[in-house]
């Protein structure tokens, strides 16, 4: 968790990923009718920590019990946090606003508050790196990231599941939306069945408002995020066609080095997850 005292838009016809609308879910799922008040988080960090070696078992189990409601009653967003493969000591979360200007007063909130006040000390000595952080926005509306229901402890007892995909594109400043229209043309071939849009993302320009959490500065970014039904998925369809597209979108020349792709499992209590029974609908 980070401490205080630490120091782009248009239409693509042929793009339907972003464009995805949950259907309701059998009787027997979770419903997603439990969350039509929790859509439209515009403002959104994209964080990705560093924990201390062996340590980041028990950093997500701190998390998931203390912080993502905590943040909802103040009126952020914890869309959903995971554990990023290949890398042990790395736990990356996403967290929205309904505003810019919201941001700084619901940090103030939490992080002067007294739940933080109570459980800093413990968390910070396991977390020496909280200063990755992208500021992000959609592309255009309808491409955000999907508030799911939160994990249902008695009918999802095994906790979160599926995979959440990411590929992080350093574009070219003033060349986002050149960049952006070659890169839905490549995105619209992970549709399929087992595999969900959550997200396509570009960077939002605007002044750090609350300068005691830290955002980079050395974007503009572009950040196309997945929902993966399983490994079999993952490894046998999507990363060929992700690999295809990141040497398709390096070839443009409107990148400023290699895209990154990130392949995360989410922590139990994830909010995004592959859910079972709801379907994209486009």
């Known amino acids: 968790m980070s401490r205080p005292t630490s120091r782009l838009a248009f239409a693509s016809a042929g793009f339907l990923l972003g464009t995805v609308i949950w259907a309701q879910t059998p009787p027997h799922s979770v419903s997603m009718d439990t969350v039509k008040h929790l859509q439209d988080y515009p403002v959104i960090e994209f964080r990705r920590y ?70 800093r000390a413990k968390v910070n000595a396991i977390l020496p790196d909280s200063d ?22 008695v009918i999802e007892g095994e906790g979160a599941q599926g995979l959440v995909a990411a590929q992080i594109f350093s574009v070219q400043k003033g060349q986002e939306e050149a960049f952006a229209k ?67 979108l390096m070839a443009t020349g409107l990148l400023r080095g290699a895209p990154e792709r990130v392949v995360m499992d989410s922590s139990p209590r994830s909010r995004l997850r592959w859910l079972a029974g709801t379907e994209p609908q486009p």
């Open 182 to 248: 070659a890169a839905e043309l490549a995105f619209a071939r992970y549709v399929m069945p087992s595999v969900r849009s959550a997200g396509l993302l570009v960077s939002l320009e605007a002044t750090n408002n609350f300068p005691q959490l830290p955002i980079r500065e050395d974007g503009p970014f572009l950040v196309w995020m997945g929902l993966v039904r399983d490994d079999a998925t993952l490894n046998g369809r999507l990363l060929p066609l992700m690999e295809e597209a990141e040497r398709t």
């Open 50 to 119: 560093v924990t201390k070696e062996g340590e980041r078992p028990h950093f997500v189990k701190y998390f998931d019990t203390y912080f993502p409601e905590a943040f909802e009653q103040l009126g952020a967003m914890v869309f959903g946090q995971f554990l990023e493969r290949g890398n042990p000591n790395r736990f990356t979360w996403l967290r929205g606003y309904k505003e810019l200007s919201a941001r700084p007063v619901i940090c103030s909130a939490f992080y002067y508050g007294p739940l933080w006040k109570e459980h």
């Open 132 to 153: 990755n952080v992208m500021l992000l926005r959609p592309l255009r509306p309808g491409q955000g990231i999907p508030v799911l229901p939160a994990v249902d402890p």
